[in-house]
């Protein structure tokens, strides 16, 4: 059901911006907040092994404060720190008859991103970077998710006069793309979802005066 929401949001949001009177600010500092809870998450292995059984996906919470730093109109440097919370249950391929329910899976992250954020015709953006994370839950039963995994995505942002920002950020993250496990072909955590956040420009009443 949240799936389908996603294009109507989108919609939604795209008629909104347009809406708007908005420019990509200069040398700017931002500092905001966001959340993602619609998407889906997954573990994987570079290499799948034979019997291990698949976790599905059974909702997750991420909360993040961010700073953007613009070096141009078009530019900008942006870091911050999250917490994610991720809730999976294991699926060992039994059929449905036999099938039992398999203890939920609880991790936690503390990430922090280092991104490049690139704006483009006015009301879009790209941002790729990396993810510098620690597992901070206390479980056994997949590789302990501590690393620095990637990320990018595609957004839609609004600037307004007062200068609060707001964006809607289509991603993708993955974890532990280089592991600190030890362990070869480690576990990996896989999130996609949409990112919606609220900023202000820290500098903008020096820029009125």
């Keep these: 059901m949240k799936i389908r929401l996603i294009p109507i949001v989108l919609f939604l949001w795209g008629n909104f911006l347009f809406s708007q009177e ?22 994987y292995q570079f290499q799948s092994l034979e019997g291990a059984p698949d976790y599905e996906s059974d909702g997750f919470l991420v909360l993040g404060l961010n700073y953007m730093h613009y070096f141009n109109d078009g530019l900008a ?10 809730r999976l249950t294991p699926d060992h391929g039994l059929p449905s008859g036999m099938a039992t329910p398999g203890k939920a899976l609880d991790i936690s992250l503390m ?19 990396v993810l510098f994370h620690a597992d901070v839950s206390n479980h056994n039963d997949i590789d302990a998710q501590n690393g620095i995994g ?17 964006f809607a950020n289509p991603y993708f993250n993955t974890y532990s793309l280089l592991s600190f496990s030890g362990i070869n072909n480690a576990q990996r ?8 956040g609220i900023s202000y420009e820290l500098n903008r009443n020096q820029q009125i005066e």
């Design 22 to 43: 908005s420019n990509t600010p200069a040398t700017s500092r931002i500092l905001g907040i966001h959340f993602s809870s619609l998407g889906h998450n997954q573990v």
């Design 77 to 86: 440097l942006e870091t911050g720190l999250e917490y994610g919370s991720y």
């Design 111 to 129: 990430a922090l991103p280092l991104v490049v954020r690139a704006h483009f015709w006015k009301y879009f953006f790209l941002n790729a970077g």
């Design 150 to 166: 990637g990320m990018a995505g595609l957004g839609l942002h609004c600037n307004f006069s007062s200068g609060v920002f707001l």
């Design 189 to 196: 955590l896989l999130e996609t979802g949409f990112r919606f």
